[in-house]
Every structure is written in structure tokens, then in C-alpha cells.
């Protein structure tokens, strides 16, 4: 343990402890003990001091006791050449670290000074719970290792942005905090343009070396929903995240005894440091998995270049962490990565466009005879992509023949539609929509590194070729710009569509005797199941009947299996034998009975990511639905993120139920309570996205104007409100049968 560290980290501690009590202090005389704290939506309180103290902090007052226990787990600040044989000083003062850092969080907050705004930006603060489940979706599905927390300023701007586009195509989240000299690596991606924030898996915490913390409150959070873990579990949450959370931190510039401070508390996590800087390294495994602190001055790093030493400070950290990076390379000339899914191309950035208003462009992927396909046989048929005048448009139609063993006609929608999620993982490509409304659009930036339209081929060959080899064994991609010869294949593909959408149509609950399961939430929702019929999405929104029948032709032993559906106790509440005898095998026999049409009788059970709740509300007869993406009250009196909290990990409760929005359309919506007309308020944002597709549900159960008659969070906000709304519309709801 080298003494400059250890004194540095601890002196630091009592440097940051020392300013928590005195900005508590202060404040609890400003604002009173009883002026609330709290990070926005999120139900862990102050995450940290919760994970692993146990401890609710809610207002000011409740600071008191971490802080307080912050200071009893300072050491004494050793004399300079103190040799301190053991991490057990260091570590203590890292926790004190830890707990001070989010008190001061949490202060700023109550004081309305977080999240910061800086230069007019505004940074992120922290992650909410809402990002923090879908990321931990992809974490426990693989798509993505981990995390990757800079703190402060790299050499120059390039370097900054060449990190950080390293980070992102390994799939690594970004979580950026605190300057060197007052600058900070978020300036300069900001300079750089470099689009930050959820989408870009780049979250900019702030500019000082507390909002760090934010990290680990994110790490911790993720143990406690995804381990499994009970608040106040400090053992297990940390393993957790040793084992499980390919987690390090990057001090770029100078390490300053703040700095020190909180990596000491980072690897109490498990998680290693590496600096750009000269710094003693601390070798010795034990609390990490490898290396503790690994310095790389940045100037010695060997590479032609910086941007080349850049590369491999990022590798070094990889190594070091032992993060496993599954994603492949792809043989194109921009970087490749989930984190480039989100990218928008702005007018200014735009080189060429396929598609969108006024334009034609569609993507159809098809089977084939084993003969017929030859693989990787990537063509264009017209011009690329570099011949359109600048920021014009060209028709394109991309055409993917497939053939494999075990591929089947069914499954032809099921990889069509990952056309849009594996294009938009390059680096200045943004794919939008799907078959005949697709609209893809091409940066200057991308353009000029070489990419050119069969790079959209080599992408489509590498993915499918990657996640689907299990059905898939030869892919061919023909891309066509030749204006004619787009029209004269559009026209066949909209046949195709057509003739998929009659099958669709035609592919009922009561035309099949399997559904399928996803249990994939299990990782942190353990006695969840889902239960995927024909006529009933995931709860998440993103798997169908037809995804769940693929996916275990991919995988026979992942999360999708058959369920036969057995025999049937009641068609109306959507019961069966076979499906209850599963659910229970599989939710670790906590859920017994399970319907696949009710809320009121034994609804499915709900984990955290499903796109709407919905809720009885017995006063109006009937039932709201709030999707996730409405932040405003709802007349329940919990907004979505708090109903998620009650409802959410695995429970079943009767009156209320997470579900897909496109469950609002299906024949069997609430069958057993009486279908879409018991719906008396709707978020605000569904009744206009899903206007069309609304209409048509009103249409046939018999009421237009059905839609108008419902309320949302525009109209009412309380049981009252919706009440008066109701009555003076004549909802169906209010005569119908009583739903408790
Ligand atoms: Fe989770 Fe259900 Fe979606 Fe599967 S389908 S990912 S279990 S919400
Ligand atoms: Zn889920």
C-alpha cells in the first residue's frame, strides 16, 4: 500500500467529510430539518447511504446520521511517511467519502442546486430508476459489459472524444464528472459536438469530483434490483458489484486528494482505478479483481499517435477490469456500438437521406432456398451513396435474402425488424421506422471517413450472422438506388407486407395451443414470468409471440419457452392449467394462479419495464392506464416511477398490472373486465400517438367516440376530476357491471 496514496485518499476524506457537515450545518439552519431531500425519480432515496447503511434519508434532518457516521469512520490523517501495511485505512476513508459526497448531493438538492448548470448546460445529475432498469436489461441480456466513470479532463479534445467513441463501440456506458483546473472532460465533448446524454449511453454528472457519486449510486441500485439484494446488504451489494458490475473508473489530468479520496471509495466496489497521470500503483488483487489503481502517464503510452495512446488507455482498462467485450468487429470505417443507436443527424450534419417525407425507400428481408443465397454476397445496384449532391435524397431499397435449416417463414418479420436496431449501431447512421417507412439518414462525418452504401450490407451480414446464427446460415444483401428498379420492388414488397399482416391477423390466442414465456426480467425481478400470446405483447413492449417462438428456435434453453396451454379453466379471465403449472415451476413457486385477460383475478405478475400500468379506480368503475414516458401525476395519486415501485419486482396484485401498450389494442384487452370501454383516463401521450390505432379499438366495441369519453392527465389528475368528466361524457364504464 503505497503511504503517498493512502495519506493523500484519507486527507482528502477529511477534507470532504469536514465540508458535509459544514454545508449541513448550514443548511438545516437555512431550511429546517424538514425540507425535503431526494434525487429525482427514483425510489432509493439516497442510493448509496441506502444500499449500504440501510439508512432512508427524505429530509434534511435524516443527514445527520450518515454524516455523523461518515466522521466516526475517518482514520486519523497518518504523517506523511507513515507506512500503513494494510487497505483497511484507505478503504474506511473511501466510505466516509462515499457517504459525505452523496449528503452533499443530496443538500444541493434540497437547496435546489442540483442537478448543476453550467456555461448554460445543463448536466444530468443522476441516472434515474427508469434508465437504470432498461440498462440493466441490457446488461443481464449482454449487450452491454458495464460502465466506465471518467473524472476530469483528458489531454485535448481529441483524446477526450476518442476515448469516449472507444467506450461507446465496446458497448460501455459513460458516466462523466469532475475538471482539472476548472475544465472538464464534459467541455470538451461539448466542444467537439459529441452528443451526450441516456441515448448516447453518455451521462455528463457534473463538473466536480461529488457528483461522481453518482456512479456508485448507480452501481448500487443496480445490485439492489438486480442481485436481488435488500437495502443495508453492504456485504452482498458490494460483491455484487465486484462480480457482476464490469465497473472502473479513468481519472484523466491530475489526481488530486478529492480525487483520491473517492477511488478509494470506488474500490470498496470492486472497481479498479487507472490514471492518465504518474501515480503510485497499487498492485496487490484482493478488493478488486485485478489491479487496484494502474497509472499510464499518458506521454509514455507507445502508439504513433495520441489518438492511437488514446486506444490504448481505454484497452489497458478493459484489461484491467477484466470487462468482457463481446461485440464484434464489423469491417467498416466508422465505429460500431449500441451507443451510436440514439445518434441524431441534424439538418447541417446531413450528407445523404433515404426515405421520409417525399421519399422511397423500404427494407424486406426474405427466405430462401439454401441454392439460392450466397453468403456474404453484398451488391448495389445504381449509385452510392457519395454521388448525391449534398443533403439531397436517393431512393434505396435494401432486399436481405436469408436461408437456413432451422429458418422459418414466421421468423422473416422477426429479423426484418432488427434491420433498424443493427444499422443505427454505426457511428453517423440513423435508421427510423421500418419497411416501407423507413428513413435512413447518412452524416457528412460518416461519408467522409468512407462509408458507402455496402457497408449497411456488411453490417446486416455481421449481426444477423452474429445473433441469429442458430437459424441463419447464408445471407446475401442487395441494396438497389437505380430509381425504377426501387418503384418495380417496392410494389412486390408491399404485396409481402400485406400478405404478412392477413397472417398476423389471422395468428390468434385461440388459433394456437402454445404461448411462450420470457423470463428474462428474472435477473432482478425473480418471480416474474412473462406469458407471450398471440394477442398479447411482453409487458416490456418489445418481445412477441412470434420474437418468444424465434427466440427459442435460437436459444432452446434461454428465457422464451413453449408453454402449452393445457386445459382451460375459463376463457373469459384467460385461464389455463398448463399455463399455471408453469408459472408457478418458473416464479419459484410464489405465483400459483395466473390469467392471461384479467386485473381483477389473478393478473400476471409485473417486473419494471413495462411501457403502461394500469389501475383500478373503483370510484369510476374502471381502469387508468399511465405509460412510462408520462411524467405527471396521475389520478391514482402515484405518478408512473412510484407505481413501479409498488407493483414492480415480480409481484402480482389484483387492480393492478403492468402491460405493453399495444395490449390496448388487442381483442382480448381486459377481457374479463369488459374490454377497452373500461379504460376512463389514458396518458395524454398515448391517446395522441396511438390516436389511429385507438380509433379503430373504439370503433369496434361500438363506440366512436369512445376516445373523447376517456380523460387523461390533461383533464383530471384526481379520482374527482375523472369522476366529473366521466359522468358529464356518459362513459360506458359507468353503467357497466361493478368492477370490484
Ligand atoms: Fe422482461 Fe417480459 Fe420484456 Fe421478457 S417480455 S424482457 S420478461 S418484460
Ligand atoms: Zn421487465
Not at 84 to 91: C, K, N, S, V
Not at 311 to 323: A, D, N, P, T
Not at 445 to 451: H, I, N, Q
Not at 492 to 500: N, S
Request: proline share 5%; with cysteine; glycine share 10%.
Amino acid at each position: 500500500m503505497s503511504r503517498f496514496i493512502a495519506t493523500s485518499a484519507i486527507r482528502g476524506a477529511h477534507a470532504i467529510v469536514g465540508e458535509a457537515e459544514q454545508l449541513l450545518n448550514d443548511s438545516l439552519k437555512e431550511l429546517g430539518p424538514d425540507k425535503p431531500v431526494g434525487f429525482p425519480n427514483t425510489a432509493y432515496f439516497l442510493p448509496v447511504i441506502y444500499g449500504l447503511t440501510g439508512h432512508r434519508v427524505e429530509k434534511l434532518g435524516d443527514l445527520e446520521r450518515p454524516v455523523r457516521h461518515a466522521r466516526g469512520l475517518l482514520p486519523p490523517v497518518p504523517r506523511e511517511n507513515l507506512w500503513l501495511p494494510y487497505l483497511g485505512e484507505t478503504l474506511d476513508a473511501g466510505m466516509a467519502t462515499l457517504f459525505a459526497e452523496e449528503s452533499i448531493e443530496g443538500v444541493r438538492f434540497a437547496r435546489g442546486e442540483q442537478p448543476e448548470v453550467r456555461n448554460g448546460f445543463r448536466f444530468n445529475g443522476p441516472i434515474d430508476d427508469v434508465q437504470m432498469r432498461s440498462w440493466g436489461i441490457q446488461m443481464v441480456d449482454g449487450r452491454m459489459p458495464g460502465f466506465a466513470a471518467i473524472v476530469g479532463a483528458a489531454k485535448s479534445n481529441e483524446v477526450a472524444v476518442k476515448i469516449v467513441r472507444e467506450l461507446q463501440s465496446k458497448g460501455l456506458l459513460v458516466f462523466l464528472s469532475s475538471s482539472v483546473n476548472g475544465r472538464s472532460i464534459v467541455d470538451q465533448l461539448l466542444e467537439e459536438g459529441v452528443e451526450l446524454g441516456y441515448d448516447t449511453f453518455t451521462v455528463p454528472f457534473g463538473s466536480d469530483t461529488y457528483s461522481a457519486i453518482y456512479a456508485l449510486g448507480y452501481a448500487t441500485r443496480a445490485a439492489i434490483s438486480f442481485g436481488g439484494f435488500t437495502a443495508g446488504n453492504t456485504r452482498d451489494i458490494l460483491l455484487y458489484n465486484k462480480f457482476r458490475c464490469f465497473a472502473f473508473a479513468l481519472a484523466l489530468g491530475q489526481v488530486d486528494d478529492k480525487k483520491y479520496a473517492t477511488a478509494a471509495g470506488a474500490i470498496s466496489y470492486g472497481f479498479p482505478v487507472v490514471a492518465d497521470t504518474l501515480i503510485p500503483n497499487i498492485n496487490p488483487t484482493g478488493i478488486t479483481q485485478y489491479e487496484h489503481v494502474v497509472s499510464m502517464p499518458f506521454d509514455d503510452i507507445p502508439g504513433k499517435d495520441d489518438v492511437e495512446r488514446a486506444e490504448r488507455l481505454v484497452q489497458r482498462c478493459i484489461e484491467v477490469r477484466g470487462v468482457k467485450i463481446k461485440i464484434a468487429k464489423i469491417p467498416i470505417p466508422v465505429a460500431y456500438g449500441p451507443a451510436f443507436e440514439g445518434e441524431v443527424i441534424r439538418r447541417d450534419n446531413l450528407r445523404v437521406e433515404f426515405g421520409g417525407k417525399g421519399g422511397m425507400c423500404f427494407e424486406l428481408l426474405s427466405m430462401k432456398d439454401m441454392d439460392a443465397v450466397e453468403d456474404h454476397k453484398i451488391e448495389l445496384v445504381g449509385p452510392d451513396l457519395d454521388t448525391a449532391p449534398e443533403g439531397s435524397k436517393m431512393p434505396l431499397a435494401i432486399v436481405v435474402e436469408v436461408a437456413g435449416r432451422k429458418m422459418q417463414k414466421d421468423f422473416e418479420p422477426v429479423l426484418e425488424r432488427q434491420v433498424h436496431h443493427f444499422t443505427n449501431g454505426a457511428e453517423g447512421v440513423q435508421h427510423m421506422g421500418q419497411r416501407d417507412i423507413t428513413w435512413i439518414r447518412i452524416g457528412k462525418g460518416a461519408v467522409s471517413k468512407g462509408f458507402r452504401l455496402k457497408h449497411i450490407g456488411e453490417i446486416l451480414y455481421a449481426k444477423l450472422h452474429e445473433d441469429f446464427s442458430a437459424i441463419v446460415d447464408k445471407i446475401q444483401v442487395t441494396l438497389y438506388t437505380d430509381p425504377e428498379k426501387v418503384k418495380e420492388l417496392l410494389a412486390q414488397a408491399r404485396q409481402i407486407y400485406i400478405e404478412r399482416n392477413v397472417r398476423m391477423a389471422g395468428l390468434t390466442d385461440d388459433a394456437v395451443d402454445t404461448y411462450y414465456s420470457c423470463v428474462l426480467c428474472q435477473s432482478f425481478a425473480p418471480t416474474h414470468v412473462c406469458v407471450i400470446n398471440p394477442e398479447r405483447v411482453g409487458l416490456c413492449g418489445a418481445y412477441n409471440w412470434l420474437d418468444c417462438r424465434a427466440g427459442f428456435e435460437i436459444n432452446p434453453r434461454g428465457p422464451n419457452q413453449p408453454i402449452p396451454k393445457g386445459r382451460l379453466i375459463d376463457g373469459t379471465a384467460g385461464e389455463w392449467e398448463g399455463v399455471n403449472q408453469f408459472v408457478y415451476e418458473h416464479s419459484q413457486r410464489a405465483i400459483e394462479r395466473f390469467t392471461v385477460y384479467s386485473l381483477m383475478n389473478a393478473p400476471m405478475t409485473t417486473c419494471g419495464c413495462c411501457e403502461c400500468v394500469m389501475v383500478v379506480i373503483p370510484e369510476a368503475n374502471g381502469v387508468m392506464v399511465v405509460s412510462r414516458d408520462d411524467y405527471s401525476m396521475t389520478p391514482s395519486g402515484m405518478t408512473f416511477t412510484t407505481l413501479m415501485g409498488t407493483i414492480g419486482g415480480g409481484q402480482q396484485t389484483p387492480g393492478m398490472m403492468g402491460h405493453g401498450k399495444y395490449y390496448l389494442t388487442s381483442k382480448k384487452f381486459l377481457l374479463a373486465e369488459g374490454g377497452f370501454k373500461r379504460v376512463v383516463w389514458l396518458s395524454a401521450n398515448l391517446k395522441e400517438s396511438m390516436a389511429e390505432e385507438l380509433k379503430e379499438v373504439c370503433e369496434a366495441a361500438g363506440d366512436p367516440d369512445l376516445l373523447d369519453k376517456i380523460a387523461d392527465g390533461t383533464i383530471a389528475t384526481s379520482v374527482e376530476e375523472v369522476l366529473a368528466y366521466v359522468t358529464e361524457k356518459g362513459h360506458p364504464a359507468l353503467t357497466m357491471d361493478p368492477i370490484l
